[in-house]
């Protein structure tokens, strides 16, 4: 168990649908970062955030959004849905800020949601 | 930009020592390596991390060469589940690529 939540575990929906998956990093964690996992693409980084301020920001698409609330935990909202997003999604968190892999910056991932978007 | 290669899919035997090479030419001078693992349907778990010459944990070493172009990861005594999918990283732009990594397949 990493310590990393995300809720929920599976999302099934239709396409041009709206859904939001939440994340609670690590006590003590104040960087969050989301991933995509689809079955040809890997895994993709999407966005990070930090004590609520993005951080950097990966191949996120303009139809995704994502924030981090104040007490430290975070939602990734995905909008007019398509079949290709359909994915497994996953939330890290990491002690630290800026370039995440410097050293002791290690990243602890939640389980993740998978969406299936039919 | 640092990008990472690494081969795509191994085969070994239990109690053999299994190492997974990653090639990074273009590693900046700061940047780290740092390498996961992958259980189906689980999210990816530290391993081990280094920045030159040689890094020991208990689960793992990692290995890089002066020129740090390159990194090995070095599994020793592999058991059935240690089959997974390990990636290597590079930071790039304060990005983590991930990439497709290497499907390790342990055989009884």
């Known amino acids: 168990d990493s310590g990393v939540t995300q809720t929920p575990k599976h999302l099934i929906t239709a396409t041009g649908q709206r859904v939001t998956l939440r994340c609670s990093p690590r006590s003590g964690d104040l960087s969050v970062y989301w991933y995509q996992q689809s079955l040809d693409q890997g895994l993709q980084f999407l966005i990070q955030?930090?004590?609520?301020?993005?951080?950097a920001k990966g191949n996120i698409l303009e139809r995704f959004s994502a924030q981090q609330f104040p007490d430290l935990h975070s939602e990734l909202n995905l909008s007019s849905l398509e079949l290709g997003d359909s994915a497994l999604y996953f939330c890290a968190s990491s002690v630290a800020s800026g370039r995440a892999l410097k050293p002791q910056n290690e990243q602890f991932f939640g389980p993740g949601t998978r969406l299936t978007v039919l | 930009l640092a990008k990472t290669t690494q081969p795509i899919s191994m085969d070994s035997y239990e109690g053999q020592e299994v190492n997974i090479t990653c090639s990074h030419n273009?590693?900046?001078?700061?940047?780290?390596i740092t390498w996961y693992q992958q259980f189906p349907s689980q999210g990816p778990r530290f391993i081990i991390q280094g920045y030159k010459t040689k890094v020991t944990n208990e689960v793992a070493s990692l290995f890089i060469p002066a020129d740090r172009k390159s990194s090995t990861l070095s599994l020793p005594r592999v058991s059935l589940s240690d089959t997974a999918v390990y990636y290597c990283l590079v930071e790039r732009d304060d990005k983590i690529i991930f990439g497709k990594g290497t499907r390790l397949h342990i055989l009884p």
């Open positions: 273009n590693i900046a001078t700061n940047d780290y």
């Open positions: 955030y930090y004590n609520g301020e993005e951080r």
